[in-house]
């Protein structure tokens, strides 16, 4: 994996909240914030970055796989997405035991899912106090709006510098994040209306919503799903083949690591997106929610280092040739076959692509493991090549179901396909130059 200066990127949105802190102020604060957890002697320090804003930069040489820091979250709370067990307790991240939304709820009518062990907590004391102040009117059922919204909520608890670091960091407008709030006021009677809450409430939404991450982690054997606010590793940029990457120790601590050898004084990033996405999936992803477009080295080759992520069938009659984007600076790029060299415009070859992924996605949510192995090794060659990047998602799927959560017993020849989809991802991975990376070490075992 390249080492060298990333390419300038355009900055990431014209549509930037004001920022009350030099980027001096931003690190003192940064420091204040880790607390215990900052190293006597970090190997990064925070500072203007020419990818975009403000980065984080190696003040010495640092070895592939060392850990460069960890950090707990300023500000976190539930998802809340529908397809989650909202039962889950708000502080804790348990199972709430039992089958209804009701018996989850605080008997105190706050609205919110706490374990009975938390209910008597100085944490969810002040959360219940308000919550019941504003009067949920909702009292028998978990509201997923009302739920979404207590991340941001939390911000009413923050000390004086954490409530500083809040106001630092970028925070990205949008009138979607606005309509968050709104969704959230009308779960309640009497949610504040003052224009300056509704000021505080919306300048938190965008810097939650501009640097949040959601953190998945094991609790139990429940599988937890939170959107965590982490001030320091937010100042990662992106690139699309970064030289860190991070995991999350529990729900509300975040440990990032290099995974490469990242030269003194070079900057280090992180990918925004999923590694082995296509370029063109890259792009939508990051224009809808980063609000930028990448121009990284990766980004400009459509080979993708010679994965072919993209890379669909060719459409010509008695040829079965690789189909790329021509280029990728735009959102629409025409298309080529390397073997015969004929040219289809985007709106052509996107419908295939749509094809092969919602195909693909229907039979991950419907199939079981036997079903998908069949599907990908004997119908997915007729229409899917085998390095485009959906078809890879389904292999992903295939090995976390069968090494995490199904817990049947397989096939020595089902075995065997686990493990060829295994190294066909990794080979991958090298090829891109992904290093170390988190994804690596899930599907070998080194994270769980």
């Given at each position: 994996m390249s080492t060298s200066t990333p390419v300038p990127e355009e900055p990431r949105s014209s549509n930037q909240m004001t920022i009350s802190a030099s980027t001096q102020e931003l690190a003192e604060l940064i420091n204040i914030h880790?607390?215990?957890?900052r190293p006597q002697e970090p190997s990064w320090r925070v500072a203007d970055s020419p990818i975009s804003g403000?980065?984080?930069?190696?003040?010495?040489?640092i070895a592939a796989g060392e850990e460069l820091f960890r950090e707990h979250t300023l500000l976190v709370g539930p998802t809340a997405h529908r397809s989650t067990n909202l039962r889950t307790c708000t502080l804790c991240y348990r199972l709430i035991p039992g089958s209804t939304d009701s018996a989850a709820l605080c008997p105190a009518g706050c609205g919110l899912p706490v374990c009975s062990e938390c209910r008597?907590?100085?944490r969810h004391d002040l959360e219940c106090k308000l919550f019941r102040k504003w009067k949920p009117l909702e009292s028998q059922r978990?509201?997923?709006?009302a739920l979404r919204i207590l991340s941001v909520v939390r911000c009413f608890f923050l000390?004086?510098?954490s409530r500083k670091l809040l106001y630092a960091m970028q925070a990205n407008m949008d009138r979607y994040y606005m309509q968050e709030v709104q969704r959230a006021a009308d779960c309640f009677e009497h949610f504040p209306r003052e224009q300056d809450m509704l000021d505080y409430f919306y300048r938190t939404i965008c810097a939650f919503n501009t640097n949040a991450f959601e953190s998945r982690s094991n609790v139990d054997g429940h599988e937890v799903l939170v959107r965590a606010l982490f001030p320091?590793?937010?100042?990662?940029?992106?690139?699309?083949?970064?030289?860190?990457?991070?995991?999350?120790e529990n729900g509300e601590t975040i440990v990032v690591c290099a995974t490469e050898r990242i030269p003194a004084g070079a900057e280090i990033t992180m990918s925004y997106a999923k590694l082995l996405w296509s370029t063109l999936a890259r792009k939508i992803f990051l224009g809808m929610t980063k609000h930028f477009i990448c121009k990284c080295v990766r980004c400009q080759d459509p080979t993708e280092n010679g994965t072919y992520l993209s890379a669909l069938f060719c459409r010509e009659q008695g040829c079965r040739g690789l189909v790329i984007p021509v280029q990728t600076r735009t959102l629409q790029p025409d298309w080529r076959c390397i073997t015969c060299e004929n040219v289809f415009p985007h709106a052509k070859m996107a419908k295939y692509q749509d094809f092969a992924l919602n195909t693909i996605n229907n039979r991950i949510n419907s199939c079981s493991v036997q079903d998908m192995i069949h599907f990908i090794n004997e119908l997915?060659?007729?229409?899917?090549?085998?390095?485009?990047?959906?078809?890879?998602?389904?292999?992903?799927?295939?090995?976390?179901?069968?090494?995490?959560?199904?817990?049947?017993?397989?096939?020595?020849?089902?075995m065997g396909h686990m493990d060829r989809y295994r190294e066909e991802v990794l080979a991958i991975l090298h090829k891109l130059g992904a290093g170390e990376c988190t994804?690596?070490?899930?599907?070998?075992?080194?994270?769980?």
């Open positions: 880790l607390g215990d957890l403000r980065g984080i930069f190696a003040t010495r040489e008597d907590s100085t978990i509201e997923p709006r000390d004086e510098a320091l590793a937010g100042l990662l940029n992106h690139q699309c083949t970064p030289n860190a990457a991070h995991h999350f997915c060659p007729r229409f899917c090549p085998s390095s485009n990047y959906v078809l890879i998602e389904a292999k992903l799927n295939v090995i976390w179901r069968m090494t995490r959560f199904d817990h049947e017993e397989y096939t020595p020849e089902e994804l690596k070490k899930l599907i070998t075992g080194e994270i769980q």
